[in-house]
């Protein structure tokens, strides 16, 4: 036999014993994967949905005269947006009313097209819109609309409002607030008990950030539907985002310190700890992304 054939079969009887032997165990090793997505309906509320794809999440509001949708989080997968669609008319077959983008980040807003074709305004920060005009990205659409401090959508007895509260993680992110609910979609600002990532950090907005917290936490709201699933799937509190800001207040502090004693980028980047936050999750993994991003602020002015 060619030795890739040999390969072959001996990986098909190793997979059969595999599956044979994972068959007879009653209890399993390893936690069963997650399902690739899951629509939960939000407790304590009438019609509000979390549709998760993989590892980001859109929250989706059902009501009789429409749906709206926000984020497609179908970034080099546009089977989630068609996927997330189908959840969405096992609920209802009321029209998809508008499709509102938390930020311009394609992770999270491409794959528009479906919702698009379905009759949805899409409705974006104005500066979302700018930037996604300018960076006309593969499978995202730009928006029809753009809101710039505040704007109210009122659909079939449901009011959703749209808060800009300032530059954050990006500089065009929307706060959506259900007042009646008193629950937030808020993306990638807030951590939920972790030290942001890398990712978050990135192209991020330090001290601006803070306000934007602040500003968040000056409105009416007590749970937070985060843009990727937390542990458990749990929601956001004030506490997480109280929590966020001191943590983002006491890092922008030390390093400012750090900077101005000549330690930025190196060595502070490995050298400074923030031991009342080693609680957090990811804290040994991310602290030194923020330390390197707040050194680029206080550091360069960049
Ligand atoms: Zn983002």
């Known amino acids: 036999m ?8 001996s990986a098909v009887s190793s997979f059969v014993l ?17 399902p690739m997505f899951a629509t939960t309906k939000v407790e304590g509320t009438d019609n509000v949905y979390v549709f998760r794809y993989q590892n980001h999440q859109s929250m989706f509001v059902v009501t009789p005269a429409g749906v709206i949708v926000t984020d497609p989080i ?20 009321a ?10 980040h394609y992770d999270h807003i491409a794959g528009g097209k479906p919702f698009k074709e379905a009759g949805a305004v899409i409705i974006a920060h104005k500066r979302a819109k700018e930037r996604l005009e300018a960076l006309q990205g593969l499978d995202v659409v730009i928006p029809d609309e753009a809101v710039d401090e505040k704007r109210t959508i009122e659909l079939g007895g449901t009011a959703l409002q749209l808060h800009y509260t ?12 259900l007042p009646k609910e008193r629950i937030i979609f808020a993306v990638d600002f807030n951590s939920l008990g972790a030290v942001p990532s890398r990712l978050a950090v ?21 749970r937070q539907i985060p843009g990727h699933p937390a542990p458990g799937g749990r929601l956001g509190t004030r506490q997480d985002m109280e ?24 060595p502070a980047d490995t050298e400074l700890k923030l031991p009342q936050y080693s609680q957090l999750q990811n804290y040994e993994q991310n602290l030194s992304w923020n330390v390197h991003r707040w050194c680029g602020y206080w550091g360069r002015g960049i």
């Open 2 to 9: 060619h030795p890739c054939c040999l390969f072959a079969a």
């Open 18 to 34: 595999v599956a044979q032997s994972a068959h007879a165990q009653t209890q399993p090793t390893t936690p069963a994967q997650p």
């Open 74 to 93: 179908s970034y080099g997968r546009p089977q989630a947006a068609t996927t997330y669609i189908d959840e969405i008319r096992k609920i209802t077959q």
């Open 95 to 104: 029209p998809i009313r508008y499709l509102i983008y938390s930020h311009h």
């Open 166 to 177: 300032g530059r954050n993680h990006s500089d065009s992110s929307l706060v959506m607030l």
């Open 202 to 222: 990135n192209d991020s907005y330090p001290v601006e950030w803070e306000v934007s917290l602040k500003r968040t936490l000056a409105l009416d709201w007590e």
């Open 243 to 266: 929590q966020q800001l001191a943590f983002m207040t006491d890092l922008s502090a030390e390093v400012k310190k750090a900077s101005e004693g000549g330690k930025c980028f190196s």
